[in-house]
């Protein structure tokens, strides 16, 4: 991750380009209006105006690109024992009985801000699956090509899993795109695709060969292995442009640049569809967490 220097000077409102632009400003929240127009429910209509106050830093005291954001008591979840427990319930209510369907899995997921947590939270509810699980050992050796799944991938009938590579774009494999396993062969991994036009459609994932792009290894190599991985969980930064009915938003430390905490505030339909659960707050209160928002990115809108 840049600076916030490298940040805002990445926006396209700092570009030489900004002066070409038109700028079209947004009144809706289009999420929020499925199956109803905002201006009939004040709810709706109060939950929107929240989520827009957050996403333009100006929720909360804001200091320095940070604010502290208080969480309303009806989507925060108690940082109890039983905290997580009670996230992944709300999320994924039912779970062992919808393995089998398809639709279950489309539009719930819990949302983290690091990769080490999200991790955290598929090998935990994997867990849960009481069913046969097999494990999927990578190969590697030296290349001269670069990018990499888990060398380990565990996997179980059932689960849903996110693309990381983009395999055939056509036909809706995408980096991305999440899938629900099917079947576990030796060379393929039969599933059903989840999201997009494609959805409901039953593909087959074959092994690949990928090369990690880091250019501080003095070596390079190349990793065989399913493009694949457990997606109970993912990265608020990788749900950029999904659109959920359930989401948990899991925080055992705040966000920590631009923008990340509205995203994953903004990705469901509905108040009612939203959970967050805040851990090691540090020296904010038990209903706060932190919103970072470069507000110098929107001086010349």
């Not at 109803?36 to 004040?42: A, N, Q």
């Not at 991994?189 to 690949?208: A, F, H, Q, S």
């Not at 705040?254 to 707050?281: C, D, M, W």
């Not at 038990?286 to 010349?300: A, H, I, K, M």
Request: aromatic share 6%.
């Amino acid at each position: 991750m840049g600076s916030r220097q490298d940040i805002v000077q990445a926006c396209i409102s700092s570009s030489y380009l900004w002066d070409f632009c038109t700028v079209l400003k947004l009144s809706k929240n289009m999420r929020l209006t499925v199956g109803g127009m905002v201006e009939v429910d004040d709810d709706i209509k109060a939950f929107a105006d929240w989520l827009i106050q957050i996403g333009n830093g100006l929720a909360g005291d804001s200091t320095d690109g940070e604010s502290e954001v208080v969480i309303p008591k009806d989507i925060l979840i108690d940082d109890t024992d039983d905290g997580f427990q009670n996230l992944v319930t709300f999320v994924y209510t039912g779970l062992l009985m919808n393995l089998d369907n398809i639709n279950y899995f489309k539009e719930r997921t819990i949302l983290a801000p690091t990769l080490e947590v999200v991790h955290e939270v598929n090998n935990t509810i994997m867990e849960f699956i009481n069913s046969d699980e097999k494990v999927y050992l990578s190969s590697d050796s030296l290349c001269a090509e670069e990018g990499l799944p888990n060398h380990q991938l565990k996997l179980k009938i059932g689960v849903p899993v996110m693309l990381l590579r983009n395999i055939d774009q056509s036909n809706g494999l995408c980096n991305g795109t999440r899938l629900q396993v099917r079947r576990l062969g030796n060379h393929v991994i039969e599933c059903n695709i989840l999201t997009g036009d494609k959805c409901g459609e039953v593909v087959l994932i074959p092994r690949m060969n990928m090369a990690p792009n880091n250019e501080t290894l003095p070596f390079r190599f190349q990793r065989r292995q399913f493009p694949l991985v457990v997606s109970f969980a993912m990265t608020i930064n990788k749900s950029q442009g999904q659109t959920l009915s359930k989401v948990g938003l899991y925080l055992p430390r705040p966000v920590f640049t631009h923008g990340q905490l509205y995203v994953a505030l903004s990705r469901v339909k509905s108040r009612e569809g939203l959970r967050v659960l805040i851990k090691n707050n540090g020296s904010l209160s038990d209903d706060s967490t932190l919103n970072v928002v470069y507000r110098e990115v929107f001086q010349n809108l």
